[in-house]
């Protein structure tokens, strides 16, 4: 295991020692006796160091033209692909996901950096008609500053990279706070941007418990060193950086958590919505923000298509993530802490699926078919909970792990109120032959994202991703939206009349 100290990229680490809140060990999921990575946490004064030199760096790096940022960009993307098989297999080893979906992940920095590496040479600004002659009005994209990126370790690679590519193509600084469970790979993608031509002290990683997170965000947003906040985690969480965000009237940028629904309409092909639910609602055990999190299935066809399901369930391969796996351990022992307190909740009245066992998979609750050691690792059977109701803890609230709830429906408006019923609103899935139910769907719901015969999850790396309701508070990353978060607009008055021209009150009629 490697050792990694708090304050990464920039003198800053001398600025904040002495006050951190300890070691952290990042171990490998489905072994926890292999640690990866040993990691000395910051106290609050680590986000605040490593933001004023943010600040000093960024100047420097606004001055750079955004072409040449865009090479860089394009170098970073580069490299990450020269390295792309190392680079899975250590978020595979680190976090637990599968080697194919880390491979996935990986490829998703590739893709913003191939996208952004454009936009270097765009960052257009207009060109605005004045009220009054001999006068030019025009706008500017310009940096916002720095920026504070908080990241969850589900995507270890691909969600920073939504904020850190964009970030630092428009000429920001950013100081970057992975989750600490996910350490190793934050700090091999910090190093393979330095590599590629990021100053130093243009991205600085820091690590820091929650608490010494939120006190540094805290001064660092008092003494006007930080501009945007970028959050990807619980709503829980966002809530509080929003409202810290608020004291200080900035507006930050919150990717929260979902809930889900996936619709599967009574013409839907049902192997195919299977196969869907399957990937969407188990696979990653069930641990992204896209994740699915409620079946919500035609009366017609609920019985055929549970016991579909159930089915499949029952066959999946679990178990070692370097092999091929539906899915793998949970993150680390504070998720399966999380996701236990979860199955506590599964009430009488409703039909267990899924699994012969429910719980972690150890030697009195075996799993047919799992691929290695199922002790050494944090790994759960699946559940598949039929009969769910909107009051229910697994129906209302985004779980994190290998859980799904069924409801049914018979009106298409029923479908789609029980979905958006939690409050969440990022993802949205549904299964018709029919294109008018589909589109019903999509005007009907009020998810960020909306697949129609596609699974919940997998979006793509140009399209704007986000939610509403507790999903977010409607900012979208991605794709060009994500530069209204790390530009502001800028706006100029240029008159060349040779005298003073007063807005609205020397305007010339016809
Ligand atoms: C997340 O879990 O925070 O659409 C993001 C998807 C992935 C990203 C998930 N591309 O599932």
Same mark, same amino acid.
């Given at each position: 295991s490697t050792t990694v100290s708090s304050v990464i990229g920039t003198g800053a680490h001398e600025a904040a020692t002495g006050s951190g809140t300890g070691e952290y060990l990042s171990r490998n999921p489905a072994r926890l006796d292999d640690v990866v990575a040993r990691v000395e946490l910051g106290g609050a004064d680590a986000l605040h160091a490593a933001a004023k030199a943010a600040r000093t760096a960024q100047r420097e790096w606004a001055q750079v033209p955004a072409p040449v940022r865009g090479r860089v960009v394009a170098e970073l993307g580069r490299l990450v692909e020269a390295n792309k098989e190392s680079l899975a297999r250590l978020v595979t080893r680190e976090i637990g996901k599968p080697y194919a979906e880390?491979?996935?992940?990986?490829?998703? &920095?590739?893709?913003?950096?191939? *996208? *952004?590496?454009?936009?270097?040479?765009?960052? %257009? @600004?207009?060109?605005?008609?004045?009220?009054?002659?001999? /006068?030019?009005?025009?706008?500017?994209?310009?940096?916002? @500053?720095?920026?504070?990126? &908080?990241?969850?370790?589900?995507?270890?690679?691909?969600?920073?990279?939504? %904020?850190?590519?964009?970030?630092?193509?428009?000429?920001?600084?950013?100081?970057? /706070?992975?989750?600490? %469970?996910?350490?190793? !790979?934050?700090?091999?993608? !910090?190093?393979l941007a330095w590599r590629a031509g990021v100053p130093r002290g243009v991205l600085n990683l820091v690590y820091a418990d929650g608490d010494a997170t939120y006190a540094g965000l805290e001064t660092a947003l008092r003494d006007g060193l930080v501009d945007k906040v970028g959050f990807t985690g619980s709503s829980a969480v966002g809530s509080r950086i929003g409202e810290l965000c608020g004291r200080y009237a900035q507006s930050p940028c919150l990717e929260l958590g979902g809930k889900n629904p996936m619709v599967v309409a009574a013409d839907a092909d049902l192997d195919l919505a299977v196969e869907g639910a399957l990937f969407s609602g188990w696979g990653t055990a069930g641990q992204r923000c896209t994740s699915l999190g409620n079946l919500i299935v035609h009366r017609d066809v609920h019985d055929e298509f549970v016991s579909r399901l159930d089915r499949a369930l029952r066959d999946a391969v679990i178990g070692d993530p370097a092999q091929e796996v539906l899915y793998g351990p949970l993150l680390d022992q504070k998720f399966a802490d999380g996701f236990e307190a979860v199955l506590d909740t599964i009430a009488d009245h409703h039909r267990v699926l899924g699994s012969e066992f429910v719980g972690r998979i150890r030697g009195d609750a075996p799993r047919a078919g799992f691929l290695g050691d199922p002790e050494a690792g944090l790994f759960y059977h699946p559940v598949l909970l039929d009969g769910l109701r909107p009051e229910d803890h697994v129906f209302a609230q985004e779980t994190f792990g290998p859980i799904v709830g069924v409801s049914t429906f018979d009106s298409l408006d029923e479908a789609i109120e029980l979905g958006d019923a939690p409050g969440y609103g990022l993802s949205a899935a549904v299964y018709t032959t029919d294109p008018a139910t589909a589109f019903r769907f999509r005007q009907g719901t009020r998810a960020g994202m909306v697949s129609v015969n596609n699974s919940t999850s997998g979006a793509e790396a140009h399209l704007p991703f986000g939610g509403n309701g507790r999903s977010g508070n409607g900012s979208r990353q991605s794709g060009i939206w994500v530069l209204d978060q790390f530009t502001r607009w800028q706006s100029l008055n240029w008159d060349f009349s040779g005298k003073l021209q007063k807005a609205q009150m020397d305007v010339a009629t016809v």
């Open positions: 880390a491979l996935g992940e990986v490829q998703e &920095i590739v893709d913003t950096c191939d *996208f *952004f590496l454009g936009e270097g040479r765009r960052l %257009y @600004g207009q060109t605005v008609p004045s009220e009054m002659p001999d /006068k030019q009005l025009f706008t500017f994209r310009v940096p916002v @500053g720095v920026a504070a990126v &908080i990241t969850a370790g589900n995507f270890p690679v691909a969600v920073p990279s939504w %904020y850190l590519v964009p970030a630092l193509l428009c000429g920001n600084a950013v100081v970057w /706070k992975p989750a600490e %469970y996910a350490a190793a !790979a934050a700090r091999a993608v !910090a190093e």
